[in-house]
């Protein structure tokens, strides 16, 4: 047996459906057309959480009102999540291929004649990005004493760098 309640919302979701459903659809864009019928559900959903508060006298104005704010929670969403993968994308720059080729191999010698902790270090600096307090909390060490070890691993490699370049 169906309450009073649920027969007003089936009424209003089956008038409503199909109009909200091309609203979406027609102003879907940048997000995919599959994700339509996810906007409609969430649509409803939220119509019978507040089914009290849809008026007697518009009740599809008021679902396509929902519609609106919800595809522009969406689109707001994935615009977010754009603009979070814009910052972690790595720009590549384009040096030649013959400039890669002899920085590498000098790079390569001179990290080779460091220690192990030595290449740890620096290349966390360099190839990762770490700052010396990011490096000292993962080695668990004073901030002072990752920037200390990273100046006197870094002065090491420039002294190994040089001598392999004028080699």
């Given at each position: 047996m169906t309450s009073a309640r649920e027969r007003r919302f089936r009424t209003i979701a089956q008038e409503a459906t199909p109009i909200v459903g091309a609203y979406l659809q027609r102003r879907i864009y940048p997000l995919?057309?599959?994700d339509v019928d996810d906007l409609v559900e969430e649509t409803l959903i939220i119509a019978w959480r507040r089914l009290d508060d849809i008026p007697d006298?518009?009740?599809?104005?008021?679902?396509?009102?929902?519609?609106?704010?919800?595809?522009?929670?969406?689109?707001r969403k994935a615009r977010?999540?754009?603009?979070?993968?814009?910052?972690?994308?790595?720009?590549?720059?384009?040096?030649?291929?013959?400039?890669?080729?002899?920085?590498?191999e000098a790079v390569r010698n001179a990290l080779a004649h460091l220690s192990e902790d030595d290449r740890e270090i620096i290349t966390l600096n360099a190839w990762d990005g770490?700052?010396?307090?990011?490096?000292?909390?993962?080695?668990?060490?004073?901030?002072?004493?990752?920037?200390?070890?990273?100046?006197?691993?870094?002065?090491?490699?420039r002294t190994h760098l040089a001598l392999v370049v004028e080699v």
């Amino acid at each position: 047996m169906t309450s009073a309640r649920e027969r007003r919302f089936r009424t209003i979701a089956q008038e409503a459906t199909p109009i909200v459903g091309a609203y979406l659809q027609r102003r879907i864009y940048p997000l995919p057309i599959s994700d339509v019928d996810d906007l409609v559900e969430e649509t409803l959903i939220i119509a019978w959480r507040r089914l009290d508060d849809i008026p007697d006298e518009a009740p599809i104005a008021w679902m396509v009102g929902v519609a609106r704010n919800v595809l522009r929670n969406a689109q707001r969403k994935a615009r977010r999540g754009e603009r979070a993968l814009q910052r972690t994308r790595v720009e590549v720059t384009s040096a030649s291929a013959e400039d890669r080729v002899v920085a590498d191999e000098a790079v390569r010698n001179a990290l080779a004649h460091l220690s192990e902790d030595d290449r740890e270090i620096i290349t966390l600096n360099a190839w990762d990005g770490l700052s010396s307090a990011e490096i000292a909390t993962m080695y668990g060490i004073s901030p002072n004493a990752a920037a200390v070890r990273l100046s006197r691993a870094m002065e090491r490699f420039r002294t190994h760098l040089a001598l392999v370049v004028e080699v």
